[in-house]
Structures are given as C-alpha cells and as structure tokens.
C-alpha cells in the first residue's frame, strides 16, 4: 500500500499541471514543432547540379542538347565574354568551347569542376556515338542513424527532459511558496521528503507521455528509430529525468520568486543548450573543455541516448555517462533536501 | 495531563527593527476559546506562529498539549489545525481535491465531504478553488484545518476581508468546533469577533500583553461602562471636562474631537452640552455607545485597533 500522501501529492500536482493549457503546450507541442522545422529545414537533399556553359559556335546547340542530359550538369548557352566572365566569378564551373572538338576550360582545383568535366566528356562522347562495353547499375546509400535528423531527435529529446524536469519541479515549488502554500503544508503532519517525492513521480507520469509523443512522431515523420533496446531507452529517460527533477529543486530549493528562479534556471540551462551537442556536435569545441563538457548533465543524457537510438548500444557502453546522470541527480536532490526553504 | 492545552512563559522573538514578541505569557486552558486581540504588527501573528511551530521563538518555553515542538512536532502536527492568515490554495485544484489531500496528510480524520457539509461548501465541491469568493476560500483554509480532527484550531484572522455574512458562517463553525469540546486560539483585529467568539482574550500591542481577561472583566477595567464621543468647533481643551460631573473617567483624543468615559449618560451628556456652550464652542457631533474593547484599546494605547 503506497504512503496516501505521496498519492494525493503527485495527483494534486498531476491535475494541476494538466490543467494549465500553456504548460501543455510548452511540454508536447513545442518540442514537436521545433523537431518539424529543423528536420525539414536540414533534410537530406539530392546533390546541387553543377553549372556549366557551352560558349555560342558551330556545335553549340547539339552540344548544349547532349549535356542537358545528364542530370548532374545545369547547362545553359553563353556568349564567350560573358562565359569568361562568369567562370571567373564562379558562377559556372566548366565552359565547352571549340569549333570541331570540344574543349574543356575550368579550374581543376575546383573537385566540382573535375566531376562536371568526366560528366560533360561522357555525355557528349556518348552522343557522338560510343557504345558502352558493359551496363553498369548504381546503388544509392542512406544510411539510417547517420542523416542530422537522427543526430538531432536525441538531442532535443534530451534537451526536452532537461527544460520539462527543471521548469516543471521548479516553477510549481516557487509558486507553492509564494502563495505560503509550502508553509500550509509544513503546518500538517506531511513528510517533507513526500512532498518532494511527489513532485519527481508527477514528472515521471509526464515524462512518459512527452518521450512517447516525440519518439513516435520522429518515427512517422523522419523514420527516426530507435535501434537499442527500447527498455534501456525508456529507463534512461527516467534517469534523465530524475538527474533534471533533482537538479531543478536544487535550484528552486530557496528561489522566492519566479523572477530569481527563472534567471537561475537560464544560467543553469543555456550553457548547457550550447555546449552539450543539441544541436551540434561538441567534438568542435577544443579538446581541453572536452571533458567538463562532457561531465554536463546534458551531454551525458545526449551522449547515452544517441547511443541507444543510432547505434544500438547497450547498458555498458553507456555506464560513463549513465553514472555521471546519477551522480547529479542524487547529489542534487541531497542538497535541495538539505537546503529547502519552505516558507 | 496538563491542563492547559497551550502554555507559554516569557516568549520572545526580535528582529533586526522590531521586538515583535517581547515577553508575552499565556494559558490557555482546554476547551475554552482564546483570542489574540491587538492592531496590525502588534505580534500577534508571531506569537500565534511561534505557538504552531513554523517559527523558532527566540527566546521562553512553549507547551502546546503537554508537549513541546522540539521532539513532538509530528504527533503535535496530528493533533492541531492551522489556519494561516494568508494562504492561497491552487487555484486549479477543486474543493474537494483540496480537502482530500490535507485529509491524507492525517492518520485519522473527517470524512472531506462530511466536512464541506458541515462548512455549506457542498455546492462548491466540484469548483475550482480559484473561482471561490473571498469567504469560500477562508471557510476551505478552515475545513483544511479542521479535517484532521484536531484538538485544537489556531486560527489567524480568520474574518479579516471578509463580507458580514461569511464572519457570521465562521464564527458559527467555531462555535460548533468549541461545542465539540475543541480549543480555539484566534488572532483579530477586530474587537467585536473578540467580544463574540472569546472566553478570554490578551490584548496584545508592541509584542506585550497590555491586558488579559474575560471580555466582561476587560470592559469592567474602564471603570466606565459608557462612552461620548464629540467634536466640537472650535475644538476644546482637556481640562474643559475635569469637572463635568460625579462618574467622569478620562477622556481620550479620538480624531478632531474627545472620547469621554463616564458612569451615567443621563448626568454627563446635559452637562457636556452645557460646557460647550458655556465655552462659546459649537457642537458638531455627539454621540454615546456602552463600552467595548475597543474603547479600553483607546483608553490604554490612546489609538484605534484598526489602525494603530
């Protein structure tokens, strides 16, 4: 038989939060919308064509016909100081110019300009009649887990339970106490770890709803999987979510308003934003913060998770990161218990 | 057993500018109502918290049930219900998903909706807290302290804002408390819910006890059971009065005009017309009432209750 009051406390704060339209919106939706608009923003494109021109002579036309073929080149037809001009600025990689045979004017330094010249030789060497010894096929690679939307699920997921577990714990506690409503309650029989207990299951209820809603939208929409085990996965975003849960009543342990708690939950979280590979790697930072990067809340639960999403990885490869996500949950729900203010 | 539910001797708290409790005394017996009677910042409110337990005195002893909060606080916890003076609930919350979770707070207690019967919140069960009015809200913060059955109930100017009607609906929910054999410890500023509700009262001012006793036995220290108030233009001097007649008291500053405390309305009032008269004054406002708190808060501290 659970303790009534841990019950009748996570309900309370369960109720509250779902009635709170804003608060929905900013824990399901957002996240959603944000995964929507940097997947599209950043899908994976088939390659740009690469420009060439085909400067006005004898053979201009039937050449400009043969290149407009291929669908690696954008051809177009120039006049030849407007072709100078333009290979010179860039806009085009390769001229074809000559009267009998073609010639091939272009930076070879350029690794474009090189691929459009075999293109252009081939399609136009095919066009005066040469036959292919054999029918080669060709086999397009894209690989699942190494596309920016798989780089990037995890890590606004991660991101996700960081602003929900801090935000969550810590705007309801400094309200609570603003309204002495912390004080009422310390003038009953309730155990404080109760109530403190109670505001880490209410988000694990919440947690649960916003992991699945993201994951399953990733899927439908960008074919996002997870490849792990998806026990490992649902029990390392409850242990992200209590690292967070712990971390946001350590910072709203003696917060008296919502001004102060909001401040230090930004000095708590943007760095994290920045540095611990939401949005990208943090192997681009230099080597020597590589490690207190790496001792971040965030970037343990970003590492772990893309772990387990792309590459299939189990409880020992992430017992690093895993164990620094403890670390800090536990050290911080010790101090927030030592420390809180209650009126 | 003690006797006393609650007893504390030469209780002391001081902040940085303020003594706000500076050697008060108390006994409250079991059973009984007692009210804390005194203006804004006079310490009631720290007393009554120091009492609760959610603010450390600085100094004196506290027994509250024979028990004190060092060692006791949670079966002390089980056995009292506070209301404070200024908690708001969540709003999103419902009536009875508030009670329901004070309720679970206690090992024994009411049943919640008994309990919103016996405050008339029934109709309100299923509202939301934020949509309550002002004495709604102050009769849920009383069910709230009511629903773990305590032996006693500290209430913190329970009626303060509130509308005639729901002061009446609280004082009737003490008086049903009391009847049940429960004991009351009230703050107020207001003299006439101390007059109602209280078998004994200490009116307290500048964190001391400036007088204690029954209501009767408080009035009685006026040594003047009637009271004339008057203004006059020009205004007159103190000593106008000092031979107004056999049974004048004293007199107060009240306002523009004078407080005067007599035995007998029928000798002093002529009397005091006459003077005026006699004086060149004009009479603006005349008027008399029996004695009240009120009035021996005046005769002692020379200001109002309600704005002191």
């Known amino acids: 038989m659970p303790d009534p009051a841990i019950v009748e406390l996570t309900k309370s704060r369960v109720r509250e939060f779902i009635r709170e339209p804003e608060a929905v919106f900013w824990v399901f939706a957002f996240p959603l919308l944000l995964t929507l608009a940097l997947g599209f923003a950043f899908r994976s494109k088939p390659p740009d064509q690469i420009p060439i021109a085909v400067v006005h002579g004898p053979h201009a036309a039937e050449w400009a016909a043969a290149l407009s073929k291929s669908p690696v080149l954008l051809t177009r037809l120039l006049s ?65 887990g190494s596309r920016y939307i798989d780089f990037l699920v995890p890590g606004l997921l991660g991101m996700n339970l960081m602003g929900t577990g801090m935000w969550g714990v810590g705007f309801s506690i400094v309200n609570a106490r603003m309204k002495k409503l912390l004080k009422r309650l310390i003038a009953t029989p309730m155990r404080k770890s109760d109530y403190l207990l109670a505001q880490f299951f209410s988000r694990l209820i919440f947690l649960t709803a916003e992991v699945a809603f993201l994951i399953v939208f990733a899927w439908l929409v960008f074919n996002v999987k997870v490849h792990g085990s998806l026990i490992t996965f649902a029990i390392l975003c409850l242990i992200g979510g209590f690292a967070f849960s712990g971390i946001g009543l350590l910072v709203a342990s003696r917060a008296a308003t919502i001004e102060a708690v909001s401040g230090m939950m930004n000095l708590v979280m943007v760095p994290m934003w920045i540095c611990s590979g939401v949005f990208f790697s943090y192997e681009r930072f230099p080597d020597a913060a590589k490690p207190f990067i790496r001792a971040l809340p965030l970037t ?44 | 057993m003690s006797e006393s539910a609650i007893h504390c001797r030469d209780l002391r708290k001081h902040y940085p500018d303020v003594k706000a409790v500076d050697g008060v005394d108390l006994i409250i017996a079991r059973g009984e109502c007692f009210g804390l009677l005194g203006p804004n910042g006079a310490g009631k409110t720290t007393t009554i918290e120091i009492l609760e337990g959610l603010t450390p005195a600085d100094g004196g002893d506290v027994e509250v049930l024979g028990m004190r909060w060092n060692g006791h606080a949670r079966e002390l916890r089980e056995r009292i219900g506070i209301s404070l003076q200024e908690t708001q609930f969540t709003d999103k919350l419902t009536v009875i998903e508030t009670l329901t979770l004070f309720r679970s707070f206690y090992r024994e207690g009411h049943e919640p909706d008994e309990l919103l019967r016996t405050l008339s919140l029934e109709e309100k069960r299923n509202s939301r807290v934020g949509k309550l009015s002002g004495g709604q809200k102050q009769r849920l913060a009383v069910a709230c302290a009511l629903v773990g059955q305590p032996d006693i109930l500290f209430l913190d100017e329970p009626t303060t804002g509130l509308d005639p009607q729901s002061r009446l609906q609280l004082w009737e929910v003490v008086t049903r408390f009391r009847a049940g054999g429960g004991t009351v410890l009230l703050t107020t500023h207001y003299m006439d819910e101390a007059q109602r509700l209280c078998d004994h009262i200490a009116i307290v001012d500048h964190g001391k006890v400036i007088a204690r006793g029954t209501p009767d036995e408080l009035i009685a220290k006026l040594d003047a059971p009637n009271i004339i108030e008057f203004t006059s233009e020009p205004a007159m001097p103190a000593e106008a009065f000092d031979d107004l007649c056999v049974g004048y008291h004293g007199c107060a500053k009240r306002g523009p005009g004078w407080q005067l405390r007599v035995d007998s309305l029928a000798e002093a009032v002529p009397r005091l017309i006459a003077i005026v008269e006699k004086s060149g004054s004009k009479l603006v406002t005349l008027s008399t009432h029996a004695a009240t708190l009120e009035d021996l808060f005046v005769a002692l501290t020379g200001r109002e209750l309600r704005d002191a």
């Open chain 1, 80 to 144: 030849p100081e407007q072709a100078k001009d333009q290979l010179r600025t860039g806009k085009i990689t390769l001229l074809v110019e000559g009267d009998r045979q073609p010639v091939y004017r272009f930076d070879p330094t350029r690794p474009d300009a090189r691929t459009a010249r075999v293109e252009a030789d081939d399609a136009l060497q095919r066009a005066a009649g040469r036959a292919d010894k054999f029918t080669s096929r060709e086999e397009h690679v894209s690989e699942q």
């Open chain 1, 300 to 343: 343990a639960l970003n590492d772990s998770l893309r772990a387990v999403m792309n590459d299939g990885a189990g409880w020992l490869a992430i017992a690093a990161p895993v164990g620094v996500l403890v670390a800090w949950g536990a050290v911080c729900f010790a101090l927030a218990l030592r420390f809180f203010k209650w009126q």
